[in-house]
């Protein structure tokens, strides 16, 4: 994850119930395994839907959230866009919540069996990020290595 402010890109996860300030993102601890439950299990498995504000997430591990609690972070952090991953979407990315959040997908054809394309998203200063959208490779075309 990262989050663009409107002077800077900073590398990021996503968001918390419990961290309201980009600085309070940065004090959690993530050299370790993701645990079940607290801030760092929360950055990592939460996800955005709409109509909600904070809600238990059926992943059984983080919440669900909604554009309201996007755009607050945003505005108290002085940002213009979450990017996050952690959750498939078939097209590759998706901006939503009227463009303040992306989620980018970065495995084509996850598990070989859902048939999504991918996106990588290249960001620059100054500017909004771009992403480009990939497919996978058919094992037709696919390079085999000998020892």
Known sequence: FFFSSRRRHTRQRSVSWARRCVQETDTIERKMEIPHEGPFCDLMWSDPEEGVGWAHNARGAGYIFGPKVVEEFNHRNDLKLICRSH?????????????????????????????????????????????????????????????
Not at 99 to 113: E, I
Not at 118 to 142: L, Q
């Open 87 to 147: 959750q498939l979407v078939q097209e590759g990315h998706k901006f939503i919540f009227n463009d303040q959040l992306v989620t980018v997908w970065s495995a084509p054809n996850y598990c070989y069996r859902c048939g999504n394309t991918a996106s990588i998203m290249i960001v620059e200063d100054g500017g909004p990020g771009k992403c480009v959208s990939f497919s996978s490779v058919s094992d037709a075309t696919k390079i085999k290595h000998y020892r």
